[in-house]
């Protein structure tokens, strides 16, 4: 193994077993996965998987509906072993540089390690630093629940205002909302990323500045975006308080830059830190998780932790073949890349997770949209899938039917829990749900033939637009319920399928070089946007689009 790669091999496409899965692949082209239940009456027991929570509670994954075999599998497992797939988890696990780009840790499981057990980076235990902003964590938000944290004209908060973007903003936004069930009635919390005045200004419309608590969540306090909308909402803030001094009321700062937050007018003691090893998308376990801290409570943002800490033991412990994150990593892996397929579906039915997906396309995109290996060679396979996802069953009223009878391969994630919070109409809605679940996946293996078309009586013409070919491949997980141990682990499931991805593919999935050229090309236009002259300093488009902006802004 390369120290400064964590990596003994270049192409993924040059490991055995990548090249004895291109054989399957091609062997086994007319797999079905229907028939392969008719020939295998214990396919269902070889491919499910139970994950075992903390708390005693469990997730069902079933990947039975896949189109796999027991050799395809174990090749799957082998070419997760020559890609030295748990080196690098277990150096993820002790803490080593694997962010090699940038020559850094990445440890968001120090995180959520609940154990009183030491975890170090570079000989320094790390948790003395992470239990002290858990406990400044719980303190203030419990300051804020139970009211002893007043506002300047001395009344409660009832608003809780995160402004944030990217990682700082898309992981407490989907938390806040799938734990919707357990926050207090009379706090609210909201979330301004986008830098189009208009979110800043339509979540201000209905706030009073006495009652709201703005948290401003941008590690360096320099992020354009965060720090644009913070200074807006400071102003909309002393239109009305008029005293500077209010603010260390009102605004709090979850950031690692103390000068800046200094000079915002925020109190230093109201500021929550975090580590250079955490990254934007594994940053919701952090203080960047106070506004989910403060809404839901602290003793139900520490089940959260623990869900994810019981994902990160059994990753860091289960064999691959029985080891359900890798599995879901090498599926994906599997259609990504023998397949042909671009997409990775994942649709919960359960409307407390509908902006899970969104959640999902950073950690999923940013990690691995890259096409250079961590040996630094350009990639001849494809890498990062195209994550997407609505939640049931309202998707299935809008892209479904190209899932069905579409000419795209797209593998699906079902998410359901068996027990709803709100079990309405005699849980009547709850069956409803479910039965879509059930069916959705069971229609797209079963499908349906012209034989059964035609004995239905369908009119010879309209027999091939009424055959459903089967054999579309979907995992299917059911939780018993959206608690917080429950959505830490779903979340941590699916950090640890991406982190797998990467491993095989062999490229940094914790940079995000990406993310940098159009924000360096923004700051160029901006100015050129407020001086009146003609912009000829661009293409013609990008000239032309800019002069039109100009003449009609
Ligand atoms: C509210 O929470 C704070 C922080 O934990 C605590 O110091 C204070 O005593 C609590 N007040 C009440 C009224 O419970
Ligand atoms: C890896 O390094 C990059 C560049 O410094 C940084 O932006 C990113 O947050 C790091 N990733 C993690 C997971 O720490």
Redo the contacts with the bound molecule.
Sequence with gaps: MNPNTFTSFDLATNLPAWKALEQEFKQKKDFSVRQAFKDDSERFEKFSFTLDNYDGSKILFDFSKNLIDKSIFDNLVQLAREAGVEKLRDALFKGEHI?T??D?A?YHPALRNQDDKPMSVDGKNVMPQVDSVLNHMKEFSDSVRNGSWKGYTGKQITDVVNIGIGGSDLGPVMVTEALAHYAKPDLNAHFVSNIDGTHLAEILKGLNPETTLFLIASKTFTTAETITNANSAKEWFLKKANDQSAIAKHFVALSTNEAEVVKFGIDPKNMFEFES????R?SVWSAIGLSVAIYVGFENFQAFLKGAQAVDHHFLNAPLEENIPAIGGLLSVWYNNFHGAQTHLVAPFDQYLHRFPAYLQQLSMESNGKSVTRTSQFTNYQTGVVLFGEPCTNAQHSFFQLLHQGTKLIPADFILAAQSHNPIDNNKHQRMLASNFFAQSEALMTGKDAEQVKAEGAEPKLVPHKVFSGDRPTTSILAQKITPATLGALIAYYEHLTFTEGAIWNINS???WGVELGKVLAKKIEPQLADPGVVDNHDASTNGLINQFKQWA
Excluded: S
Excluded at 277 to 280: H, L
């Design positions: 962010n780009t940038e850094r990445v090893w955490v990254g934007g594994y914790f940079d995000q």
